[in-house]
């Protein structure tokens, strides 16, 4: 486990997380390629948003590539297993997450920053778990894509801590983190665990 705890956050993922997972794959890959397709939706989102500091255009550029082929591969493997993608369902650890979000300009880019870079962390500890399980799981020939998706969620949990600590001072980033990540557990706790990506 030394890699994942290179990962900033406060609390494990519970084990029992896994099992139901590994009990209903079939509903997990429909709500994970869901999350991809956000997540390179709000790359996009964030670009519109906050055109005018090139640093978040260039970066989100690459962040919504990235995601969106993170889809494209997920919904080839819901495609072979004859699933049919559905709608976007609630994210409950996710709202509960930008309910801290500030409302000023600098402050709500300032939270929502280090709130994406905390859900990359947590997709990026989960990914690894689940790739630590696969292998002696019928899904077995999974397990390199899933540590494949674990490293590059590690990549954008950097990357938006590092765009925020490029655009603001550190002592502000530094208190705004501290807060967020006790904050992250409450979310990530408060959820309940399905056989999904949160
Ligand atoms: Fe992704
Ligand atoms: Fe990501």
Same mark, same amino acid.
């Given at each position: 486990?030394?890699?994942?705890?290179?990962?900033?956050?406060?609390? !494990?993922?519970?084990?029992?997380? %896994?099992?139901? %997972?590994?009990? +209903?794959?079939?509903?997990?890959?429909?709500?994970?390629?869901?999350?991809?397709?956000? !997540?390179?939706?709000?790359?996009?989102?964030?670009?519109?948003?906050? @055109?005018?500091?090139?640093?978040? &255009?260039?970066?989100?550029?690459?962040?919504?590539?990235?995601?969106?082929?993170? $889809?494209?591969?997920?919904?080839?493997?819901?495609?072979?297993?004859?699933? &049919?993608?559905?709608?976007?369902?609630? +994210?409950?650890?996710?709202? &509960?997450?930008?309910?801290?979000?500030?409302?000023?300009?600098?402050?709500?880019?300032?939270?929502?920053?280090?709130?994406? !870079?905390?859900?990359?962390? /947590?997709? @990026?500890?989960? $990914?690894?778990?689940? !790739?630590?399980?696969?292998?002696?799981?019928?899904?077995?020939?999974?397990?390199?894509?899933?540590?494949?998706?674990? /490293?590059?969620?590690?990549?954008?949990?950097?990357?938006?801590?590092?765009?925020?600590?490029?655009? $603001?001072?550190?002592?502000? &980033?530094?208190?705004?983190?501290?807060?967020?990540? /006790?904050?992250?557990?409450?979310?990530?706790? @408060?959820?309940?665990?399905?056989?999904?990506?949160?």
């Amino acid at each position: 486990m030394a890699e994942i705890e290179q990962l900033p956050l406060l609390a !494990a993922t519970p084990a029992a997380w %896994v099992d139901l %997972v590994l009990a +209903d794959f079939g509903t997990f890959l429909l709500d994970h390629a869901c999350c991809e397709r956000k !997540a390179a939706a709000s790359a996009l989102s964030f670009l519109a948003r906050n @055109s005018e500091h090139p640093s978040v &255009v260039e970066t989100m550029v690459t962040l919504a590539r990235e995601e969106l082929d993170h $889809f494209a591969q997920v919904h080839r493997l819901v495609q072979k297993r004859g699933l &049919v993608l559905g709608g976007d369902s609630k +994210d409950l650890y996710v709202n &509960v997450l930008l309910t801290a979000v500030r409302n000023s300009p600098n402050e709500r880019l300032l939270d929502r920053l280090l709130i994406s !870079a905390l859900i990359e962390a /947590r997709s @990026s500890e989960r $990914f690894y778990l689940l !790739a630590e399980a696969l292998p002696s799981s019928a899904e077995h020939e999974l397990a390199a894509f899933y540590h494949m998706l674990y /490293r590059s969620e590690a990549g954008h949990y950097r990357v938006f801590l590092r765009l925020a600590e490029r655009l $603001f001072p550190a002592v502000e &980033v530094a208190l705004r983190w501290q807060h967020l990540l /006790r904050f992250e557990v409450e979310a990530m706790q @408060s959820t309940p665990l399905r056989a999904a990506m949160h």
